[in-house]
T-cell receptor
């Protein structure tokens, strides 16, 4: 299995631009999570999906952030417009939740720098 | 919500030494996992251990759910063990809640 795949690995953009981060979860997993990691705040859960449905987006910092999961094998996290304080590493993770729970597996992350 | 506290926050070891990392949580859990974030930033799942003991090579973990703690043991530490170790728990239907981590530095 290829694991959780995120793209791009690095993104540098200017303030005000739109940023789209992409994630392909592990095949067969039914839950997908987006996290943000910074030195100041550590790992923060932004949003998670079960069976492609957003369950809890209370961690999304502002309306500038949105996430979609159009099918079981793809999710996007969009920031529009981006701001310098959005600079962080964004992780996607997936697992199987239910009667046969599985460990959470992370992608390698996208390092976002907004100048 | 549930609180997760990890100790110590920082640890420096000589290569070959053993160590114990602790994770305390404030409520009953139905899921507990340990992760290692290596110096390149990758987050690797080490153990899925809501209760009992598991071993994987030089690493082992024990969770005593009734007493609300989990321990991660690292034996014969190597420089490649350096990084941050996170404990994360699920209580009820909430998603994983992460502790702040223990930063481990293993010196040759």
């Amino acid at each position: 299995d290829a694991g959780v795949i995120q793209s791009p690995r690095h993104e540098v953009t200017e303030m005000g631009q739109e940023v789209t981060l992409r994630c392909k979860p592990i095949s067969g997993h039914n839950s997908l999570f987006w996290y943000r990691q910074t030195m100041m705040r550590g790992l923060e859960l932004l949003i998670y999906f079960n069976n492609n449905v957003p369950i809890d987006d209370s961690g999304m910092p502002e309306d500038r952030f949105s996430a979609k999961m159009p099918n079981a094998s793809f999710s996007t996290l969009k920031i529009q417009p981006s701001e310098p304080r959005d600079s962080a590493v964004y992780f996607c993770a997936s697992s199987l939740v239910g009667e046969a729970n599985s460990p959470l597996h992370f992608g390698n992350g996208t390092r976002l720098t907004v100048t | 919500g549930i609180q997760v506290e990890q100790s110590p926050p920082d640890l420096i070891l000589q290569e070959g030494a053993n160590s114990t990392l602790r994770c305390n949580f404030s409520d009953s859990v139905n899921n507990l996992q340990w992760f290692h974030q290596n110096p390149w930033g990758q987050l690797i799942n080490l153990f899925y251990i809501p209760s009992g003991t598991k071993q994987n090579g030089r690493l082992s973990a024990t969770t005593v759910a009734t007493e609300r703690y989990s321990l991660l043991y690292i034996s014969s530490s190597q420089t490649t063990d350096s990084g941050v170790y996170f404990c994360a728990v699920v209580s009820g239907n909430t998603p994983l809640v992460f502790g702040k981590g223990t930063r481990l530095s293993v010196i040759a």
